[in-house]
């Protein structure tokens, strides 16, 4: 396979056809760059929908899609995806440019007619936002309870369930037989049965996240899932992980854009269970020594607010606990850095994760130290 040009070919001017599930009908897009750099594809989508097309021609005096929906303000639906070109679109021919300028938005998934159909219903004069009929985002709680299970499952074909701390895939795909997407979170969670996800015949898109509990036996397998075109796994067993990749990286030629990051050994999970900042090991732009320090950082805070709040709880003692840890991140990150928005907010949550364990250990409120420990970091830290 040639890295200078996407696994199914492509090229600048072809028009891509697709069934929307949101449409109720097929829409259209053009693409309009390729960058083999950066493996992306841009893709204008266009103000079109009808029944399935033959070829361009077929689509008539096509206009490229402005969204005037909420606050959009007339800007092209126009955004970079990775290359792939997904197996359930199609090319239909080519165009010359409706548009020249670049593209500066990215997005994973190739669009598939739902800013479109936002726009017709904002159109139509309904303010109120616009929902897909056919998805449901639910936690692993709402998705058991008995009183709204029946109402949950009609119809449903796009699913996302997080907050997962245990979930059998055999109920799952009992219950809602008719998915084309499926995402599943949790946090350390565990998932049990996932070979059954190969009796879901129709699923397009597969995602888990930091779920465990499967092994390579589980492997969805392309002759049980014939659409499937997107697999994205992160924080899940290596055996899994390698099984996944050997069973659909062949298939990027024929439209599967595969992801798999973050694959965990048993050990590793063992080891990290109540390690707050897991999730920046193997992260990119951060590097792994980095990681080693932080997470050595985390536990000697962790270590000095437990010992102050059994002994006694000194609010200035803690607020130099705080201290120590904005400061401790302060050089760590001088030195090559990686703190950004999403790794702060992660520090943050580390202390109130630490804080959850010793009241939970001592048995008291901790509000007061709480909210000292934070006073400390946030005057001392530049990240």
């Not at 998934?109 to 639910?138: F, I, M, V």
């Not at 075109?229 to 990286?249: F, N, Q």
Request: proline fraction near 5%; charged fraction near 20%.
């Amino acid at each position: 396979m040639r890295r200078d040009q996407p696994p199914r070919l492509v090229a600048v001017g072809d028009v891509v056809a697709v069934y929307s599930e949101a449409l109720g009908a097929w829409t259209a897009s053009q693409i309009t760059g390729i960058d083999p750099a950066a493996q992306c594809a841009a893709v204008l989508e266009l103000d079109w929908s009808g029944p399935e097309p033959a070829a361009v021609a077929d689509l008539g005096d096509v206009q490229p899609l402005r969204l005037t929906h909420h606050s959009w303000g007339g800007t092209l639906s126009h955004c970079n995806h990775a290359w792939v070109l997904p197996r359930s679109f199609t090319v239909i021919g080519s165009l010359p440019l409706l548009v020249t300028e670049p593209s500066y938005s990215y997005a994973s998934a190739w669009g598939r007619g739902e800013q479109l159909a936002r726009q017709r219903h904002w159109d139509s004069g309904n303010r109120k936002d616009w929902n897909a009929p056919y998805a449901l985002t639910c936690t692993a709680e709402e998705l058991a309870a008995e009183h709204t299970r029946d109402a949950l499952r009609a119809g449903v074909k796009h699913l996302t369930v997080h907050g997962i701390t245990r979930l059998d895939c055999t109920h799952l795909v009992a219950a809602f037989p008719d998915l084309t997407r499926l995402s599943l979170s949790g946090n350390l969670g565990t998932l049990t049965s996932a070979a059954a996800l190969n009796q879901l015949p129709r699923l397009q898109a597969l995602t888990i996240s930091e779920l465990f509990g499967m092994d390579a036996s589980d492997c969805l397998l392309p002759r049980h899932v014939p659409e499937v075109e997107e697999v994205s796994l992160y924080g899940i067993p290596a055996d899994y992980a390698t099984a996944m990749r050997k069973t659909w990286r062949p298939h990027a030629g024929h439209g599967v854009e595969l992801d798999v990051r973050g694959a965990r050994k048993p050990e590793w999970v063992a080891a990290n269970a109540t390690n707050p900042l897991r999730d920046w090991d193997g992260r990119e732009h951060i590097p792994r020594t980095g990681y080693r320090k932080a997470v050595a950082q985390y536990k000697a805070t962790r270590d000095a607010f437990l010992a102050e709040v059994t002994g006694g709880e000194d609010h200035g003692n803690i607020v130099e606990i705080g201290r120590g840890f904005g400061a401790a991140f302060n050089a760590l990150d001088s030195r090559s850095p990686f703190i950004e928005t999403v790794e702060r907010e992660e520090l943050f949550d580390a202390l109130d994760f630490l804080a959850d364990e010793a009241q939970t250990a001592t048995g008291r409120d901790l509000t007061a130290a709480r909210a000292a420990l934070i006073e400390g970091a946030n005057s001392s830290r530049d990240w």
